[in-house]
């Protein structure tokens, strides 16, 4: 059974302050999804990283892939407190075809203060 | 181009009654994937439709729940004989193909008294 866990599962930090979440799988997956939730609200898809190396950038978020090591990492610059939200990581159950559901995390609660 | 839609946004229903949760995909898209998800909980996956057929339903719990996506019209989940447990929120997701990133609705938050 594929396990998804991330950490940490709660983060409270500063303006200004760098971070970085962690997510660590179980199985072998070459897709790896990183999405972000505002309270209430859906999942808005932020990226997704699909291959050993990858390394992606979205304004103050970074994401990258190391499948050898089975482990993922969302690194925030500079914190603003728009980036205020649950952010999960997703793995593909089935990498080898067929099932496509998603294994995710149970989330990283970030709250930014000014 | 509208987004994966989902309704109703929010339900209520009694404890023995039925639940019929709607999903209508982005245009273009013909991968289905509903997931539900606890407070404070990730989403847990529970099963994969195409148009017609259902690919993969492992996360489903074998009785009171069924879904279908029809050659014409939404998805839909049901659950039948709802109970306290099932209390949480429903998200359908849709890809244009298969391992693709998959587009989340707003969800169906259903609540059971």
């Known amino acids: 059974e594929l396990k998804v866990e991330q950490n940490p599962l709660f983060l409270s930090m500063q303006e200004g302050k760098n971070y970085t979440i962690y997510c660590n799988y179980s199985?072998?997956?070459?897709?790896l999804y990183w999405y972000r939730q505002d309270p209430g609200k859906s999942l808005e898809s932020l990226f997704v990283l699909l291959s050993n190396g990858a390394v992606k950038q979205e304004g103050r978020l970074m994401a990258s892939l190391d499948t050898k090591a089975r482990l993922s990492t969302l690194h925030i610059t500079a914190a603003v407190h728009d980036l205020s939200a649950t952010y999960f990581c997703a793995v593909d159950m089935d990498s080898g075809g067929g099932a496509d559901g998603l294994t995710f995390g149970k989330g990283t609660h970030l709250i930014i203060q000014p | 181009n509208a987004g994966v839609m989902q309704n109703p946004r929010h339900l209520v229903r009694r404890r023995g009654q039925e639940a019929r949760l709607r999903c209508s995909p982005m245009?273009?898209?013909?991968?289905v994937y509903w997931y539900r998800q606890l407070p404070e909980e990730g989403l847990k996956f529970m099963v994969y439709l195409q148009k017609e057929n259902i690919i993969d339903e492992s996360g489903m719990p074998k009785e009171r729940f069924s879904a279908e996506f029809p050659k014409e019209g939404p998805s839909i989940l049901r659950i039948q004989q709802v109970v306290r447990g099932d209390s949480a929120a429903y998200f359908c997701?849709?890809?244009?193909?298969?391992?693709?990133?998959?587009?989340f609705g707003p969800g169906t938050r259903l609540t059971v008294l």
């Open positions: 245009k273009g898209h013909s991968h």
């Open positions: 199985t072998t997956s070459d897709r």
């Open positions: 997701a849709s890809s244009p193909w298969t391992r693709n990133t998959q587009y």
